[in-house]
């Protein structure tokens, strides 16, 4: 031991003392426990300090200057009876753990497009959390089944009701559709997007742990202060002529690939060569009208190109046998040629091209 001179500030006062010994001692006290849906949540020291953390939650969601009025929608009870010191909270501690949140869902209606890892990703879950709730879901989910998906919600639910809630919203535009003979059937060409206007409402809302239920607003007053501006959408009417690409490609034929687009050899390779037996029927990767089709001397050997009418063409090479004529309207998927060997070819293959306003593109970024 070593004694040492100290001053009387530096000691601990025997209150606090005291207290601390009970605080993390078992010793009993009466207390108060708030049990919420039959379950106990917290131990307060006293049914004042119980009240005091009830109140601290429904005034929580109360808006400054609003007249509001809030409820605990949970059923819950304070009952009185002996505890730890130790288990007690402070209640601050108390408001805590109310709010503290706990695993919920909620409906969910899947929609077009819809994915399970999708939907995971938007709800900040995984996939087998996903499964975890809805035990009989497929691989594959249809459009508008309803599914669970997760959705934490406090411990202690609160309702509040605020009574003439000035909201300031938009008022969504709409967009005038105008047949326009310019355009073919199927395109669309929006001439102006218009504007959304905004108005106030006067309105008692129902909130629950702070969001709003707007199925439950009740509108006193509205002021509309700027007038929605619509747009306009031209809409198509004049029909589709024979000969027009969709602009969405499909492999001519089926095969390994053997030399991908880009540098090769020196030079760059301006297709891809999908490697098949000779004889193999070749198809239009999309409808077009041809524009050449026999003998070319740069190596292609057979060739036919097809102009799709909309700023692509695509090519086709070293075919043994052609089908087509300068001239013809082709559809999407129709044999026009057999694959070969003609030109400068190592072996049977076909030679595919997609060309955008005259430039050679990767043709694998088009095909799916």
């Excluded at 034929?253 to 030079?267: A, Y």
Aim: contains cysteine; proline residues 5%.
């Amino acid at each position: 031991f070593r004694f040492k001179i100290v001053s009387e500030n530096n000691y601990t006062p025997k209150e606090k003392i005291r207290e601390n010994m009970a605080t993390f001692s078992s010793a009993l006290m009466k207390g108060c426990s708030i049990y919420v849906d039959g379950k106990k949540v917290v131990v307060l020291k006293s049914p004042r300090e119980a009240q005091e953390v009830l109140m601290a939650i429904k005034e929580q969601y109360y808006l400054k200057g609003m007249e509001c009025t809030s409820e605990i929608m949970n059923k819950v009870e304070l009952v009185n009876e002996q505890a730890t010191y130790a288990s007690s909270s402070t209640i601050e501690q108390a408001v805590r753990a109310l709010n503290d949140v706990k695993d919920s869902s909620r409906d969910y209606m899947v929609k077009s497009g819809d994915t399970l890892w999708g939907i995971a990703r938007s709800f900040n879950t995984t996939v087998q959390n996903l499964i975890k709730l809805n035990p009989n879901i497929g691989e594959k989910i249809k459009a508008d089944e309803t599914i669970q998906v997760p959705s934490p919600k406090p411990i202690v639910d609160v309702k509040t009701v605020i009574l003439n809630a000035v909201i300031e919203e938009s008022i969504p535009n709409t967009m005038i559709e105008v047949q326009d003979p310019s355009l073919y059937v199927g395109q669309s060409k929006i001439t102006d997007y218009g504007s959304d206007g905004w108005h106030k409402i006067t309105a008692d809302i129902t909130k629950i742990n702070g969001e709003e239920d707007v199925s439950k607003r009740v509108i006193k007053s509205e002021k509309i202060v700027a007038e929605p501006v619509p747009g306009h959408i031209h809409i198509g009417t004049t029909a589709v002529p024979k000969g027009i690409g969709s602009g969405k490609f499909s492999w001519p034929l089926r095969g390994p690939i053997t030399s991908k687009f880009g540098p090769r050899w020196g030079s760059v390779h301006t297709g891809v060569d999908i490697a098949v037996s000779a004889g193999t029927g070749v198809h239009a990767s999309d409808e077009g009208r041809v524009i050449f089709t026999g003998w070319n001397s740069s190596g292609y050997g057979n060739l036919i190109k097809v102009d799709h009418c909309n700023g692509y063409q695509t090519y086709y090479a070293h075919l043994s046998k052609i089908y087509v004529k300068t001239g013809d309207v082709v559809a999407k998927g129709e044999v026009i040629a057999a694959s070969g060997s003609t030109g400068n070819s190592t072996g049977p293959h076909l030679h595919f091209e997609v060309r955008k306003n005259g430039s050679s593109q990767n043709p694998l970024k088009y095909l799916p």
